[in-house]
């Protein structure tokens, strides 16, 4: 089983993606939770454009990807869990959980510092929310990713096949939690407990500051009730919110490719961050 799915990795995880993405882009035309204010398809023009030219930029520059680091790092016994002996399938629960925290804090950083906000607010500045932003990242802070899940497997030692899951688990949550759709009000009270909603992530994609400081997770709920960063719902309802950056509204910045690629370079160094808001301006 383990052999097969290590030899069919490219495949079993495009399988995923294209299956996910078909689901979700089925259930957003079926039942829409907003109405876009750009069209469909010049959203997924662009937004599918840059995903096409990051995976690209990827393949070029990391041919093995984090799986391939990840054999390296187990042949060569680097990393936390090929130090310690524990049951398999713990290990594999535990790899899966803490790369989970990593990218939680990551996402808390990116919004911090203020130059990774410079590139983190591509994803931000889409004007609508459905599942082609889950995937909308600048090239810049996808090699950022990169690197910081290297140098998390070089500490921690996961198996293969659990980043393998990990990789799998965080590109269908990412489609599934940004998709603009509703699920029903108990369904997503239950599913929250341990999951990130769509409803649940979409107040992360607000205008309003306090609001997109919040709900940092992309796979489980747990960290921003533990840390104290979750919020419930926005203020204007999802409906009625704003999505996006206050101050980048034009499409041609932040719908069409070249504005997107473009858009970490633009403006002061010092513009909108966590603790960096600007009252005066408001
Ligand atoms: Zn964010
Ligand atoms: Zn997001």
Sequence with gaps: MQAFILANEAVIRLGFFLGIFALMATWEILAPRRILTISKSIRWLNNIGLVAFNTFLLRLLFPAAAVGFAAVASEQGW??????ELPFWLVVLLSVVIMDFVIWLQHVMVHAVPLLWRLHRVHHADLDYDLTTG???HPLEILLSMLIKFATIMVLGPPVIAVIIFEIVLNGMAMFNHANVKLPAGLDRLLRWFFVTPDMHRVHHSVEDDEANSNFGFNLSLWDRLFGTYRDQPRAGHEGMTIGIRKLREPKQVAWLPG????PFIGKLSGYTINRRQWDEE
């Excluded at 990393?79 to 310690?84: H, Q, R």
């Design 135 to 137: 995937a909308r990242f």
């Design 260 to 263: 997107l690629l473009m858009l």
């Design 79 to 84: 990393g936390l869990f090929n130090l310690i």
